[in-house]
């Protein structure tokens, strides 16, 4: 039972495990009061407790009475609920996590005569939640900080540098339509001055998620901030209907149940998951493929519109008859136009078939082109012209597991998992039984018993032990598709330079594809032609996860479109392009366009890692702006970031990073164009590290404490002034990158970004 | 199906039945017609899809050699009297110039004619134990050749641990034991790796430190051409040097060093350099062919190592009594001095791994 005095002190409030509270007068005489009202609010039939109350008054007259809990035990006992009372108006705000505690905020004048509340915090398990009380209807406040990242699970990351102010400012505009629902109170929470300098550039940190949103991120400063949210779940016809939200407000619905926050890790379909995102920021065409083989390509509208998505479908398999998929169908679409909401629109539609999950997505721009690789093969969709170029299948017709879907593994996990709990729930009960010594238990059971311990002392007995074998072409999913490259170079003679397209696959093949792209002014006319030219095995047939072509200055291609806006000098077509293939275990250097290997690096016969993510990252120097080098920026699956020279794949510097029993941390790992990263270190939160002395993102704020207190807070207050001065202070004299940065140890300036889980 | 033989200088084609190559006996008689030396013994030997020289002499192994040639059957004939049996085996066409060389103009090299007892080179190595000059007597370096054998490697590791001598006395330290064969597997087949034997090595990288899965991608990625150093569980089947017997020969530990360290630079170069079995592009979707190297900038170093390469490639499977003697009782200032030199060894690796 816990209690709230009025503020004149004339009366009290008290809540009850019974899910009731009632209002107490309060005089100075010992005699026993008599309450003023005694209420159960969701009655009649048992409630559960209410856990903590306020008596707000305001000057109108009408109290607030806000209280958590008391919601009908059999219907909603599972409800983690607050209510707000004020007058005729009630609402329970439904959480979708357990509330840990939550206050008010209401006049601070000690003599003001009235509480008038004006917000509600609330921190639930997994977010902060604030709620305007002024505004009728009781909206929820923006957060500007400690955004929930895990509102459904994050499945994939993509970050984009440097984002063009004109794509920046519609993508706001397209998310600022979103947030109309919310209040316009400005935060009512201040946590000190963040005395960090503006950010040098406008970042995009975009996160797919299993219920099949896309969450854009300003990842420029320290916080990260939600600018937009897409949701590809309107182009398909699922179970859940859309209209069927909780957030309708019936009006004879009891308890007025209100659902609030953003936090929602269930999802309708699994399907819908996003696996892959490729943004282009130059052209603002989106690509976003998920687990069931779709694949969506975007444009930005900055209206409302409805519009028939054009829907394609890409036979993986082709020739390859007489296999069955045993995974979960594709996924329905919807007849006829769809509205979507301003922002990125779907315009072409391609579903992979078996829809296994999307494995690797490229997307350019400038040719109009999207390639898509799944478990089975990949293919390549014109999206101008809305025409499936080709498709190629890289299955091994021996492959069964890879055919049958994921089905049948996760079973096998399932049973597996399930065996072991029932494995240690039974050596429990028979230790209990053994102790105990009762008489009653059968026979049977003590068979059992000995059974189950026979098994785990052969469980300890057999030592955790690795195979040793080579790979070999008849290994399990050797046709996944890990990576695909559009590149413009010379594939087949070095005189004449075409677009290529690149895929590497898990059992150590390349191929690569001449591709013929109309010139722009046939582009609608002539069909764009695909042929095989190359076809690399690598013997040692380790997965591979990145392939890059150097031009003649041995610098990488620059991205599609980047040329064309002048924020890349063209590419040198006139030394000889080299082809670096990385798998998990070599980096290997070849010529183009007849391939002979130069050189290689064997990365895992010579330290025992292999590579997780790979990616070419500029290091500018902090001396001078015109000076910059790329190197590959290499993650391990120990954890490790490699810094490896281009092009002579020399390992510049190596870093712990990432725990290596991490996995999850290590899998979401996404590195920026510019040397730094991101990877989650709990569902919620990313962890901020920088490779590049030149850009660091520090979080550096002022807290100014009332000096009311002891002078211990003064202390503290310049302890932390001093502290900033000094990381930055550091972060200057790190000059120039290599030697410095080992010196230093300052390397990875890790920063986090949304610390709510504590 | 269309067959090229090489006889000398002599070029001849022609063609067989696939489906029916008859026996070998014929196919000797064919070869003798076609190039008119009726009366001439000759050792018949093919590329196969390796790219290895392997010799024809019965009707098992050209049936083997009809059914995998795709599409040309590539014969060399040489007379058996100057034919050079060295040139067979493993890896021997990726070395193409000098076997062509070799086959070619035998008379051009000058070697020491090979006592025949048998003919070891009529089989392709699957294993052997290498570097036993250098090492600790303690110790085995065994090379397992996966390369061209359908046989899975087949053991598995583990987890253990083992204990040393250190200057503060016994220690337990962590290891990496082999924990299982699989019976018909090649480790198993060479009798050269048991159960509980303690690996040391991976093709020069010392394991210590390393977990168990680490070392399992090592092994992995090095499973063409694996080379591990084990202290054998078993120490009773350690190979005694003759230089135990002659223990106090007069040599300084110190003075044999150099003399072992190009021994142990080409074992490893011969490592990398077999490991090196190139991939294979298709052009066009034409014939898979072996992507070649790149010509190197720095030709000179290049081919001088190919060329130590080649001449100590005998070197490697049976240690030349001269060095043997060079060496004095193993103890245990000389294992120490010995992995040095095999440190010094590997860093010359590292520079020719990235060259």
Sequence with gaps: MLSEKVRDGSKFISCHYDGSYTQWPVSSDNRQPEPLENLVPYGPFPCKAISKIYWQTTKNGLPYIIFQGGMPRASYGDRHSISVVHGSQQTAFDFTSRVIDFFIIFSSEPTAEFDDPSAMVVLAEEELVVIDLKTAGWPAVHPPYLASLHCSAITCSHHVSNIPLKLWERIISAGSKQNIHYSNMPWPIDGGTNIAPDPPQRDLLLTGHEDGTVRFWDASGVCLHLLYKLSTVRVFLTDADPNDNMNTLGEDEWPPLRKVGTFDPYSDDPRLGIQKIYLCKYSGYLAVAGTAGQVLVMELNDEDAEHVVDHAEADLLQDQEGYRWKGHEKLKTRDGPVRFEAGFQPFVLVQCQPPAVVTSLALHSEWKLVAFGTSHGFGLFDHQQKRLVFVKCTLHPSDQLALEGPLSRVKSLKKSLRQSFRRIRRSRVSSRKRRGGSGNASEVQEANAKFDQDALQEMELAPVQRKIEARSAEDSFTGFVRTLYFADTFLRDSSRHCPSLWAGTNGGTVYAFCLRVPPAERRMDEPVRAEQAKEIQLMHRAPVVGILVLDGRSTPLPEPLEVAHDLSKSPDMQGSHQLLVVSEEQFKVFTLPKVSSKLKLKLTALEGCRVRKVTVANFGSCKTDDYSENDLAVLTNLGDIQIISLPFLKLQIRYPCIRKEDVSGIASCVFTKYGQGFYLISPSEFERFSLSTKWLVEPRCIVDVPEVTSNNHVHNKSGMENAARKSRASGRSSGDYGEDERKSGRLMEHALLNDESE | ?355
Excluded: W
């Excluded at chain 2, 090196?276 to 081919?303: F, M, N, R, V, W």
């Design chain 2, 1 to 355: 199906m269309e067959c090229l033989v090489m006889f000398g200088a002599e070029f001849r084609r022609f063609s067989l039945e696939r489906s029916k190559p008859g026996k070998f006996e014929e196919f000797y008689g064919l070869l003798q017609h076609v190039h008119k030396i009726p009366n001439v013994d000759v050792l018949v030997g093919y590329t196969d899809i390796h790219g290895d020289l392997l010799p024809i002499n019965n009707d098992d192994n050209y049936h083997k050699a009809v059914s995998t040639a795709n599409p040309l059957l590539r014969i060399f004939i040489q007379r058996k009297e100057d034919a050079d049996y060295s040139a067979f085996g493993t890896d021997t066409m990726t070395r193409k110039k000098n076997v062509l060389s070799n086959v070619l103009r035998p008379d051009n090299h000058k070697k020491k004619p090979h006592i025949v007892i048998s003919m070891p080179q009529d089989f392709r190595p699957v294993s052997s134990i290498i570097d036993v000059d250098i090492l600790p007597e303690t110790h085995r370096r065994v090379r397992l050749y996966k390369y061209g054998t359908d046989k899975p490697l087949g053991f598995y590791i583990r987890d253990g641990s083992s204990v040393r001598v250190t200057p503060h006395g016994l220690e337990k330290v962590p290891g990496i034991f082999i924990s299982r064969l699989v019976p018909g597997g090649l480790a198993q087949s060479t009798g050269l790796l048991a159960v509980n034997d303690e690996v040391l090595e991976v093709n020069g990288i010392e394991v210590s430190g390393k977990s168990l899965d680490q070392v399992t991608d090592m092994m992995i990625a090095n499973s063409r051409n694996l080379i591990i150093t084990v202290r054998p569980a078993n120490q009773r089947n350690n190979v005694v040097r003759n230089s135990r017997t002659s223990g106090s020969s007069g040599q300084s530990t110190e003075s044999s060093l150099p003399s072992s360290t190009p021994n142990i630079l080409a074992n490893f170069l011969q490592g990398e350099e077999e490991s090196d079995e190139e991939d294979i592009i298709i052009e066009d979707s034409g014939e898979p062919q072996q992507i070649p190297k790149a010509a190197p900038t720095s030709e000179s170093l290049e081919s001088l190592t190919q060329i130590e390469l080649h001449e100590s490639t005998q070197n490697g499977f049976l240690p030349s009594s001269e060095m043997n003697l060079n060496h004095s009782a193993g103890s245990v200032s000389m294992e120490y001095e010995v992995q040095d030199a095999e440190h010094k060894s590997l860093e010359e690796d590292g520079t020719i791994i990235t060259l």
